[in-house]
């Protein structure tokens, strides 16, 4: 018999589960994939440690989930600092003294700002009430033609006067010569990947991959006294009031017979003709030197039910959604629902590990 039976190996089920061992329970963790680490799992081709799901940069400014990780793997100093390919002209991301310089030639924090000025006065933005309008009077028109429409459009699949104003906030603007696109105090890769650190987590632990947890439930569930479950919610009912959505992300990924393609681990395609978004070449997370070179290039996509579940949408009808479904899981007295799926939130890896610590703090003390 387990006190719990955890279903999804990704960050949130191995560090509940670590917590839960730590303090002497007995712990099963499933995961229907074939492997462990959920979405952050790497996977080493030609000796590159290449994000299967996606480029991840671990950043935080929690001090206490920081050290926590560390606990599992050795962080490296990698700091994200994308490039913007315009047809051919480079720009520096996020925006910065060095993306205003190339753009316009100013060369001092007081140039710039003038030129934002003067572009965000002739379009005339006082209430910015869109994506499209929150760009200009952020960094004038120039920026949100070249570096932020065509990007945001292929990302989101609709134009940037039908978005909210609120996506484009979290990129930082700064005049100063910054190239870090996070403002976070800690931020690193695990040397080695991710794989490695989840496989520390869980080290003890036993755990079964290619194992779903509803094609075996009943013979799951009399072994445990509770579950912890981080996959999809609505899954978890059966879609009974309906399925909630998600935006997906297809990856290409191809090895290349060259030690270095793009100089860089991530560059911005950002005009509308460009069918993906960007290209990830993973070797540089590690700062790799090895002959070949693995890249990714990323498509967005409309999701359909049976694809990978992505980006929770975060519009009125799947809040609502999940807020009846959420209804249903806080009346569960076995059961907790945690992590991106089982929250249908869309978390980075600090604040899902940040949740799965409270989680099992509140759990573990009954
Ligand atoms: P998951 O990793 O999805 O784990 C859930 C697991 O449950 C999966 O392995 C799944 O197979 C399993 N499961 C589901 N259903 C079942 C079932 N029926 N039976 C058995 N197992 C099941 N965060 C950052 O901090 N920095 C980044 O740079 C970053 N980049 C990202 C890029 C992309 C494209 C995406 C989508 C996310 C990114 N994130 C990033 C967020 C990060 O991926 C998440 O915070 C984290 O992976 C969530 O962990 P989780 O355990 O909640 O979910
Ligand atoms: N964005 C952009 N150009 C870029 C990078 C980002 O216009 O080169 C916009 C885009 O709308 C995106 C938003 O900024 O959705 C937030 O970017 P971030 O990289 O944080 O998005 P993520 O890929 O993490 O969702």
Redesign the pocket.
């Known amino acids: 018999m387990y006190d719990y039976l955890v279903?999804?190996?990704?960050?949130?089920?191995?560090v509940f589960a670590r917590e839960a061992v730590n303090k002497g329970k007995k712990v099963l963790v499933?995961?229907?994939?074939e492997h462990i680490?959920?979405?952050?799992y790497t996977k080493e081709i030609e000796g590159i440690n290449v994000h299967e799901?996606?480029?991840?940069?671990?950043?935080t400014n929690n001090k206490e989930v920081w050290d926590y990780v560390n606990k599992f793997a050795e962080f490296n100093r990698f700091t994200n600092s994308p490039v913007a390919n315009y047809k051919g002209e480079l720009f520096s991301l996020p925006f910065n003294m060095y993306t205003f310089n190339k753009m316009w030639g100013v060369v001092t924090p007081d140039e710039a700002k003038a030129k934002i000025e003067e572009q965000k006065s002739q379009a005339g933005i006082t209430e910015p009430k869109n994506l499209e309008e929150q760009a200009i009077s952020l960094v004038g028109t120039d920026i949100y033609e070249k570096l932020i429409k065509g990007y945001t459009e292929k990302q989101w699949g609709r134009p940037c006067t039908e978005l909210p104003a609120f996506i484009i906030k979290r990129l930082p603007v700064r005049y100063t010569f910054d190239n870090n696109y996070f403002n976070a105090l800690y931020q690193g890769i695990p040397m080695g990947g991710y794989t490695g650190m989840v496989a520390n987590m869980l080290d003890g632990i036993e755990v079964r991959t290619g194992?779903?947890?509803?094609e075996n439930k009943k013979e799951l569930d009399v072994q445990a006294k509770k579950i912890i479950y981080?996959?999809?919610i609505d899954?978890y009912y059966d879609f009974k009031l309906g399925t909630l959505e998600y935006r997906s992300?297809r990856f290409e990924t191809e090895v290349l017979d060259t030690p270095n393609y793009q100089g860089n681990a991530a560059v911005n395609f950002t005009d509308r003709e460009t069918p993906y978004t960007r290209i990830i070449e993973h070797k540089f997370f590690e700062f790799g030197e090895q002959p070949k070179t693995v890249i990714s290039r990323e498509y967005s996509s409309e999701w359909k039910p049976g694809d990978e579940p992505?980006?929770p949408v975060n519009d009125e009808k799947n809040g609502a959604l999940y807020e009846e479904y959420k209804k249903l899981a806080d009346a569960e007295d076995d059961v907790i629902f945690?992590?991106?799926?089982?929250e249908y939130k869309?978390?980075?890896?600090?604040?899902?590990i940040e949740s799965a610590l409270a989680c099992a703090g509140k759990e573990l003390s009954n």
């Open positions: 279903v999804g190996a990704g960050l949130f089920g191995a499933i995961d229907k994939r680490a959920g979405n952050v799901y996606g480029a991840h940069i671990f950043h194992t779903d947890y509803f981080t996959g999809p899954a992300v992505y980006y945690g992590g991106r799926l089982g869309y978390y980075d890896m600090d604040k899902v």
